[in-house]
């Protein structure tokens, strides 16, 4: 609703009341990346990780938020040892989590970034995924993870998949062709483009 002041001071009221909330740790992250406010979510994420993080679903995101902040201050060696470290050293199958580690690459990727081999061992965590095209928001990052790591051929079968999706009756059609494909075909041609001429 854009009342950060209340939206703040909820989400620190909620982990007052239990620590280990991690969707207030959460909001909070959120108050301080709209505000600009890095180097106060720095000290925020930082202060008590061992309790947002122990059996939470939501740690992985909750440290990308922390991964941002580092990214914004230009702090590019952090953002990677968080990316290798909790964000997906385990290289997670999880879509959910494998949206993060999409999403925190392509930042790096567009600011000229080398990531080295991280692409390709995402990339083969997305391809069993590329087929089934019932997620635009998920198609997307798997398309950055494809494009990143210069795979044709998964990028290929998503854009197919995505072109059945569109033939469907659920939620997903309208997302995916109003958003999803749009986004995806030129952006493929464009990137890999790019990406060519920064490796010639």
């Not at 950060?4 to 007052?16: C, W």
């Not at 930042?107 to 081999?117: C, S």
């Not at 990143?148 to 995916?176: H, I, K, S």
């Amino acid at each position: 609703m854009g009342d950060y002041v209340r939206a703040e001071s909820f989400g620190r009221q909620a982990i007052e009341m239990e620590p280990r909330d991690g969707w207030a740790q959460h909001a909070v992250a959120h108050v301080m990346e709209m505000q600009s406010r890095q180097r106060d979510g720095i000290a925020w994420m930082r202060a008590n990780p061992e309790a947002w993080t122990k059996d939470s679903f939501l740690k992985i995101h909750n440290w990308w938020h922390l991964a941002l902040f580092h990214h914004d201050l230009g702090e590019t060696d952090e953002v990677l040892k968080l990316y290798d470290g909790p964000i997906y050293g385990d290289r997670s199958t999880l879509a959910l989590n494998m949206v993060d580690a999409s999403a925190i690459l392509w930042r790096l990727y567009l600011g000229g970034v080398d990531v080295g081999e991280r692409w390709a061992a995402l990339a083969a965590n997305w391809v069993p995924k590329a087929a089934a095209g019932n997620y635009a928001f998920n198609d997307a990052h798997a398309m950055m993870a494809f494009v990143g790591a210069g795979l044709d051929a998964p990028a290929q079968a998503l854009l197919e998949a995505q072109r059945e999706a569109m033939r469907g009756n659920d939620d997903n059609v309208a997302f995916t062709r109003d958003v999803g494909h749009p986004l995806l075909w030129p952006s493929r041609r464009s990137a890999r483009a790019t990406m060519t001429k920064r490796c010639a």
